[in-house]
């Protein structure tokens, strides 16, 4: 017999996929990529924008979409942008899920509460990503953070504390401007294109 939370609960992810979903990815996608590639060509050394469509996804339909968006962003990234993209998949799909659940618990109501979801997701970031830059790239990823990180060693650092203190000091930036961002551009699509579940996620009267 079927446990019915289970089953709710897998209702409500297969709600989530509906055909405007499905329009909504590949934006989402070419927003992320589009972001990442001129902060990357440009080298600046305090941002990466890569996840800012996976948030405005989560903001607008959900976190299963939202990370399903991810995996999809560091695939292309890592041909168009940088091929380290690909190492730091599993952050994006997190970034997704993170951002989804707290968009649904009201946290994209007020600005305060959306710095508040970037230091999130800049703690997820610093947890999973410091170590995959480290073992993976042994603290070089050909991104503008890479200057940070050349810095901190420059102080004396070893490699694991140079990169940790570079997350300490990018990430809170990346991710609160990410969060902002994504929260703007939200709220700036006309209502009749935004999906149901949006709605809910940013009115501000609730």
């Known amino acids: 017999m079927a446990d019915p939370t289970e089953s709710g609960y897998l209702d409500r992810v297969r709600r989530e996929f509906t055909t405007q979903t499905w329009v909504l990815i590949p934006m989402g996608v070419a927003l992320s990529v589009v972001a990442a590639y001129v902060v990357n060509v440009v ?33 292309v990234e890592g041909f168009i942008v940088n091929p380290t993209f690909w190492a730091y998949t599993p952050l994006q799909v997190a970034f997704g899920l993170a951002a989804g659940y707290m968009a649904r618990r009201g946290w994209f109501r007020r ?41 901190f060693r420059a102080t004396g650092s070893n490699i694991w504390s140079a990169v940790v203190g570079q997350t300490l000091v990018v990430e809170p930036i990346d991710k609160v ?17 935004r999906p149901e579940t949006a709605a809910k996620v940013l009115d501000r009267d609730r």
Do not use: H, Q
């Open 111 to 151: 600005y305060w509460k959306v710095v508040v979801v970037g230091l999130v997701l800049a703690i997820i970031s610093i947890v999973m990503g410091a170590p995959i830059t480290v073992l993976a790239f042994g603290g070089v990823t050909g991104t503008g953070s890479d200057a940070v990180t050349a810095f």
């Open 177 to 193: 401007v990410t969060a902002l961002l994504a929260a703007l551009i939200a709220e700036r699509i006309p209502a009749r294109y």
């Open 43 to 75: 080298k600046v050394p305090f941002l990466y924008l890569d996840a800012l469509g996976v948030v405005l996804i989560a903001i607008l339909v959900g976190p299963w979409t939202a990370a399903l968006t991810g995996v999809f962003v560091n695939l």
